[in-house]
C-alpha cells in the first residue's frame, strides 16, 4: 500500500529529472528517495521510471499516472490551505463560565487547548447569578445539573457524572469522630448550603437525613462551604474533585448516586458559530471524558 508521500516522492523525482536532485528538494537522503520509489513500482506492480546514466526518465505507464498524481497534488495542497484558514478563524476569544469550584479542573484544559491554539483567549466569568448563554452574556458554560440539561434553545454536549462525598476536618474528627454513613449524620454538626445551591437535587436529599437544629452554618458556594468545613465547623457535601484537591479535609463516605450530578458543557447556537467554541467544546469533552483522577463517574 502507498501514502500520499509517496506520490510526493514520485512526483519530485519526475520533475528533478534524478533521486539526488529530488533529495535536496524534499530535504531527504537519497537512499530513502530511491527505495520509497522502489516500493512505489512494487505497489502499483508498474515500472514508473528508465534509469540511465543521466538520470531518472518517466517510462510510459509513468507519464500516464503523473497527470492523477498532479492532481491527488493539489488535493492535498488544499487540503492544507483550508487547515489555514481553518486555523485563522479560531483566533479570538471565548467567553466561558462555570462554578468557581469547577476552575481548578477547567483551567488545566484551558491551558492545554491553549498549547494547541495559542492564538485563543479565554474570559472567566463568574457572576452570584447564573450568566445567559442566551442573551449573549457568555459564549460557553459548564453546568451540572441531575440528569437531562432542561431547554431546547442551547447545544449541549454531556460530560459526565460527578461524584459527591461527605467532607470534615482533622480537627472536626480529633473533637467529634467521623459519620462513617448518612444515617450518622444525625449525631454531628452540620454545614448546609443556602440559596441557590440549597434547591439543588444533592442538597435536598442530603438534608433528608439531618433536623434543623444541626445546622453550624450555611454556604451560599461550593468554595465558601470548602472553607467553613477546613474551620472545623461540622460535616458537609462536596464534590471529591473539590474535596481530594483541598488541603486539611477528609473524605467521610461517598454517597450513593443520588447526589452525583450529570456535568454539561453548553454554547447558544449564535456562538456555537463561532469555529473556535466549536472546536474547544470538542476539545474539553475529550478531555474531560478521558479523565482517569477518579472524581468522575462513569
Known amino acids: 500500500m502507498y501514502e500520499w508521500s509517496d506520490l510526493r516522492i514520485f512526483l519530485a523525482v ?60 493539489i488535493a492535498a495542497l488544499d487540503v492544507e490551505t483550508e487547515a489555514t484558514r481553518l486555523t485563522r478563524d479560531l483566533s479570538g476569544s471565548i467567553r466561558d463560565t462555570s462554578a468557581e469550584a469547577m476552575y481548578p479542573i ?52 454531556r460530560l459526565l457524572s460527578v461524584k459527591w462525598g461527605v467532607y470534615c476536618s482533622d480537627a472536626y474528627i480529633s473533637a467529634n469522630g467521623m459519620p462513617s454513613s448518612m444515617h450518622d449524620l444525625s449525631d454531628h454538626a452540620i454545614v448546609a448550603f443556602s440559596g441557590s445551591v440549597a434547591t439543588l437535587h444533592f442538597s435536598i436529599w442530603f438534608m433528608s437525613f439531618v433536623r434543623g437544629e444541626q445546622v453550624a452554618t450555611t454556604c451560599n458556594s461550593v468554595p465558601n462551604l ?42 447558544s447556537p449564535e456562538a456555537y458559530q463561532q469555529p473556535r ?7 474539553a ?13 462513569n
Open 14 to 73: 519526475a520533475r528533478e529529472g534524478s533521486t539526488l536532485a529530488a533529495s535536496r528538494m524534499l530535504n531527504m537522503n537519497q537512499t530513502t528517495v530511491s527505495r520509497r520509489i522502489e516500493a512505489l513500482e512494487h505497489a502499483l506492480g508498474l515500472a514508473l521510471f528508465t534509469r540511465t546514466t543521466r538520470g531518472f526518465a518517466p517510462t510510459p505507464q509513468g507519464q500516464a499516472l503523473m497527470t492523477r498524481i498532479h492532481a491527488v497534488e
Open 106 to 157: 477547567v483551567g488545566p484544559i484551558m491551558l492545554a487547548y491553549r498549547a494547541l491554539h495559542p492564538e485563543v483567549r479565554f474570559e472567566n466569568l463568574s457572576a452570584e447569578h447564573r450568566i445567559s448563554l442566551e442573551k449573549g452574556e457568555a459564549d460557553i458554560a459548564f453546568r451540572a445539573t441531575n440528569g437531562t440539561l432542561k431547554g431546547d434553545t442551547l447545544i449541549a454536549h
Open 226 to 267: 470548602s472553607g467553613a468545613l477546613r474551620a472545623g465547623m461540622g460535616v458537609g457535601l462536596l464534590p471529591v474533585m473539590v474535596g481530594m484537591t483541598t488541603p486539611g479535609l477528609v473524605l467521610c463516605f461517598s454517597p450513593t448516586v443520588e447526589t452525583d450530578s450529570t456535568w454539561w458543557i453548553v454554547a
Open 277 to 283: 467554541v466549536r472546536s474547544f467544546m470538542s476539545f
Open 285 to 297: 469533552g475529550e478531555k474531560i471524558r478521558h479523565n482517569k483522577s477518579g472524581w468522575l463517574r
